[in-house]
């Protein structure tokens, strides 16, 4: 499956974004789905993740209860929902896809190339 993450940009602090991923090459819904970030010298950080059907989510406690994870199965694409943004969620933003949800980057099958969210404070 191949991966295009986009929707990345600069945002002042509390502003929100919306990031989409979206998926060809494979049947989407036979992948579960996350979302990473990285930024220069760290290692890819856990975001969020959802099962195939989009029916159980996972957060990292950083951003639980400012970020949402979603599909559409219909339109093979993943969204991330940023709220509340600060200049800590500063990061290149990538999707991954592997056939169960999961947490572990190196875990994760597929990545799509990331976009950059920058927050300004």
């Known amino acids: 499956v191949q991966l295009q993450a986009s929707g990345g940009g600069l945002v002042q602090a509390g502003g929100s974004l919306r990031l989409s991923c979206a998926a060809s090459?494979?049947?989407?819904?036979?992948?579960?789905m996350g979302w990473f970030r990285q930024v220069p010298g760290k290692e890819r950080e856990f975001v969020a993740a959802?099962?195939?059907?989009?029916?159980?989510?996972r957060y990292s406690d950083s951003v639980k209860g400012r970020f949402t994870i979603s599909r559409d199965n219909a339109k093979n694409t993943v969204y991330l929902q940023m709220n509340s943004l600060k200049p800590e969620d500063t990061a290149v933003y990538h999707c991954?896809?592997?056939?169960?949800?999961?947490?572990?980057?190196?875990?994760?099958?597929?990545w799509g190339q990331g976009t950059q969210v920058t927050v300004s404070s």
């Open positions: 991954a896809a592997r056939p169960y949800i999961g947490v572990v980057a190196t875990s994760y099958d597929y």
């Open positions: 959802i099962s195939r059907t989009g029916g159980s989510t």
């Open positions: 090459g494979s049947t989407f819904s036979s992948y579960a």
